[in-house]
């Protein structure tokens, strides 16, 4: 990224160069991109180019940036009572966690907030501990939990690596993943047989009295998006009702509208009274990442546990109202304004056809897939052997330079390892996501350079 050429957003460029440690960074080697404005589905950098954002930024910004109706809930809720000790009552929050209640599968009725989603998960898990009296986790490898120290080692991919911290009760396990089958599988129902034998078998070899948690992304985010065979999570359901393990779905970049449903799990349920999770860790979407915030919804199955016994856990800022107003806001504008269902209709009508016609045209793609707007795109150098354009945990100048090409032309992508996801705002218009997949079509010849012929 080269530096920015107006005078004011090099100042801050530099600043920030000097004074602020990047997440995930090494010193000294940062190159951010100074954002100066954002609206809808665009960005604007630090030199005045527009940008759309196929990122939603960290996969967060749901109802996209800037939405007036949100930024003013906040502003209101400022003028009136910005802090209050968690012990206290306030109509933010109580409307808050009526209104994610209501949006959470039948049963699902209380909510523990946090600020962020690491510590719902943390959280979490806490409580799956409290109710079970137990301390081993289960969790699969390939997935992100979170940067905290119990989320962190939940997470199987390779940012758990450098910050190991032993031998904590995390066991990973493999979830299913077609393309890259673990169980030498052909089929998708193959596939979800096997892995739930896999995980089945891996408890009892750990000793299932252990576990007092499973925690899952309903679909994986940052890991790749891969979209689980239809029956996986009910499997993974029985298989935690086997063995009184607290069932977690971690719905935190998931949720709240990305894959077209309220949350993801709602896709491989058939109604109310059909299976659920014991408990849901949310937080992005629920308010858009415009304040942070996170939480846990509870079954009451779960919440039951902590009737008469308290449970030991609590944040100052937790369930903060501006942070709650701006979900209030949030769930009530993507319900009136029908967010979900565009969603839903733009990975069905847009994104998915031209995913399926790109990865046609273009060699350099092994395999796309997704739901809503929540897609990946596997980059291969070899279609026949789908070794990957850049090596797991790594990087390469073929993805690279594919991803700069796009920026060129206007197009910010979300990119990791050998995958590029398109994770727009669930907002988008036809004309926008069609925009942004002809910049990506121009960009994909880049990628297409480097495949072994
Ligand atoms: N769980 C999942 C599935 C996530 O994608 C993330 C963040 N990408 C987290 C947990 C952690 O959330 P946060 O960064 O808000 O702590």
Redesign the pocket.
Known sequence: MPAPQNAAAREVYEKERAHVLTPWSAWGTTDPMVVTAAEGCHLTDGDGNRLLDFTSQ??NTNIGHQHPVVVKAIQDQAAELCTINPAHANAARAEAARLIAEVAPAGMNRVFFTN??????EHAVRMARRHTGRHKTLSAFRS?????TT?MNLTGDTRRWANDMGNTGAVHFHAPFLYRSQFYAENDKQECDRALEHLDSLIGLEGPDHFAALII?SVP??VGIMVPPADYLRGVREICDKYGIVMIC?E???GFGRTGEWMALDNFRSGDDDWAPDLI?F??GSNSGYVPL?GVILHDRIAASFETTPYTGGLTYAGHPLACASVVATINLMRDEKIVENAKMIGEDVIGPRLRELAEKHPSIGEVRGLGVFWAVEMVADRETREPLAPYGGSSEAMARTFATAKKDGLLLFMNYNRFHVVPPCIITPDEANEGLDIFDRALDVADEYVRS
């Open positions: 960290l996969v962020a989603g690491t510590e719902a998960v992100y939990h979170g940067a905290t989320s992304e985010g940052t971690d935190v970049m998931s860790t937080a992005k996170g």
